[in-house]
Nanobody, 121 residues
Framework: VQLQASGGGLVQAGGSLRLSCAAS????????VGWLRQVPGKEREFVAA????????LYADSMKGRFTVSRDNDKNTVYLQVNSLKPEDTAIYYC???????????????WGQGTQVTVSS
């Protein structure tokens, strides 16, 4: 499984971004795709996840409301829409694939390279 995250960038506080995660390879062997983020020096933090089939979603409590995860099975792509961005959202955002819908980074087996999101105040 290969994952390619994109869509990050520099945005002003209050703005929006849509991150994309394109999957290739044996994607049918995994069930869920998650978005997680990491600030240098801190642990990786779960943001949201979605099942590949069925579209069930899971959000970290602190991410509900501003983050929306979705998928396009025809394009093998999962998206993360982030609205009302705050400076504290600045991080590297990773997409990852695993066999279950889970809020724990260790539950994800395959990881993309990450995309940097920087929010200016």
């Amino acid at each position: 499984v290969q994952l390619q995250a994109s869509g990050g960038g520099l945005v002003q506080a209050g703005g929006s971004l849509r991150l994309s995660c394109a999957a290739s390879g044996r994607t049918f062997s995994s069930r869920a795709v998650g978005w997680l983020r990491q600030v240098p020096g801190k642990e990786r933090e779960f943001v949201a996840a979605i099942t590949w089939y069925g579209g069930s979603t899971l959000y970290a409590d602190s991410m509900k409301g501003r983050f929306t995860v979705s998928r396009d099975n025809d394009k093998n792509t999962v998206y993360l829409q982030v609205n009302s961005l705050k400076p504290e959202d600045t991080a590297i955002y990773y997409c990852a694939m695993g066999s279950i819908l889970a809020p724990t980074p260790t539950q994800y087996e395959y990881w993309g390279q990450g995309t940097q999101v920087t929010v200016s105040s």
